[in-house]
């Protein structure tokens, strides 16, 4: 089946130590997002790349990175960690821009 | 005024009885409507999208839009408890069409 599919679903790391989080798709989309989502708020969405173009939101913090090195793959690198980042990333896909968009399951992340 | 307003809820209905959620924009350019189904815990699932006035059905869900009064909704028909959950309206900003804006949800409470 055609999907969605990020790793970890549940990352632990330490306040300001670097994390990475995967977002894979077999949809074969042209366009992969990163949201974040904190408890009982709307996904807030933190970038996205149309093909390699990339797209930052401009109340992303720096601290927020992204890369995607193919058309399957795309990475979260969130630089150093505040405890205000812990939060469930969601990654979406869609085929074209204005399109629906489908998310993968997330990944929960915690920061001690 | 919020892009997409959503009331909040709990909407609670009995089993068996049709549930109504509403949204309203504000973007008179909007061209792509949505509506996800978000578990507690988990990422938001699509279940219907809408692009041109009038009424769209899928299964028990009804998804009806007015762009003239810039007015969503989504009726679920036979509400079982399963169907309780957030539902979160999503709206595709007519200037960035990449973008999809989302309400805060309205949480659904099915009663056996």
């Known amino acids: 089946d055609a999907m969605v599919i990020q790793n970890p679903r549940y990352q632990v790391t330490q306040f300001g130590k670097p994390v990475t989080l995967s977002c894979s798709q077999t949809?074969?989309?042209?366009?992969m997002y990163w949201y974040q989502q904190k408890s009982s708020q709307a996904p807030k969405l933190l970038f996205h790349y149309y093909d390699k173009d990339f797209n930052n939101e401009a109340d992303t913090p720096d601290n927020f990175q992204s890369r995607r090195p193919n058309t399957s793959f795309c990475f979260l690198d969130i630089r150093s960690p505040g405890l205000g980042d812990a939060a469930m990333y969601l990654c979406?896909?869609?085929?074209?821009?204005?399109?629906?968009?489908?998310f993968g399951p997330g990944t929960r992340l915690t920061v001690t | 005024q919020k892009e997409v307003e959503q009331n909040s809820g709990p909407l609670s209905v009995p089993e068996g009885a049709i549930a109504s959620l509403n949204c309203t924009y504000s973007d008179r350019g909007s061209q792509s409507f949505f509506w996800y189904r978000q578990y507690s815990g988990k990422s938001p699932e699509l279940i219907m999208s809408?692009?041109?006035?009038g009424d769209k059905e899928d299964g028990r869900f009804t998804a009806q839009l007015n762009k003239a009064s810039q007015y969503v909704s989504l009726l679920i028909r036979d509400s079982q408890p399963s169907d309780s959950a957030t539902y979160l309206c999503a709206v595709n900003r007519g200037d960035s069409s990449y973008k999809l804006i989302f309400g805060s949800g309205t949480r659904l409470l099915v009663r056996p």
């Open positions: 809408i692009y041109s006035n």
């Open positions: 949809l074969n989309h042209n366009v």
């Open positions: 979406a896909t869609s085929r074209e821009s204005g399109y629906e968009q489908y």
